[in-house]
Each structure stands twice: as C-alpha cells, then as structure tokens.
C-alpha cells in the first residue's frame, strides 16, 4: 500500500476543521473522536500494585484536561 494513501485516510475533512473552529459541536465531537486514541495514549500511566505487578491506566482527570485544552485550541482556530 502506498505510505501517502493510508495517511491522508486518517485526517480529518476541511469542512469539519472548519465548522469544528466555528463552534458546531457535532463538528468538535468528530474532532474529539478523532484524536481519542491519542488522547488515551497521552494519559495512560504505569501504576503498581501492592506486588509490583505494573498496570497500565487511564488517568481521567488528565484525559478530560487534554480534550478541554484541544476544545479550547479548536475554538480559538482561524481558518483562512
């Protein structure tokens, strides 16, 4: 498979980054959607148990931070 095609799959439409940074809130759960996994990845933690046994979690005070910051980041967006 050609390493450009399966890139451009994966970003988001313009017209979605455009009514996402005009405030349409089914535009900025779309872009939510869209970075989740990323999202999830930036806020997962090694914690241990009382063994030393590691366990990986979701940290949801850092995961709900990190969508409020991209949210704030969508609406202060200028489109050209």
């Given at each position: 498979?050609?390493?450009?095609?399966?890139?451009?799959?994966?970003?988001?439409?313009?017209?979605?980054i455009r009514?996402?940074?005009?405030?349409?809130?089914?535009?900025?759960?779309?872009?939510?959607?869209?970075?989740?996994?990323?999202?999830?990845?930036?806020?997962?933690?090694?914690?241990?148990?009382?063994?030393?046994?590691?366990?990986?979690?979701?940290?949801?005070?850092?995961?709900?931070?990190?969508?409020?910051?991209?949210?704030?980041?969508?609406?202060?967006?200028?489109?050209?």
């Amino acid at each position: 498979m050609n390493k450009h095609k399966s890139q451009n799959t994966s970003l988001l439409p313009f017209p979605v980054i455009r009514m996402a940074a005009d405030g349409n809130v089914d535009a900025i759960n779309a872009v939510l959607k869209h970075y989740e996994g990323y999202i999830a990845a930036l806020s997962t933690k090694r914690l241990y148990d009382e063994n030393g046994n590691p366990h990986l979690c979701v940290d949801e005070e850092l995961r709900r931070r990190l969508e409020t910051k991209l949210i704030t980041k969508i609406l202060a967006f200028k489109v050209a």
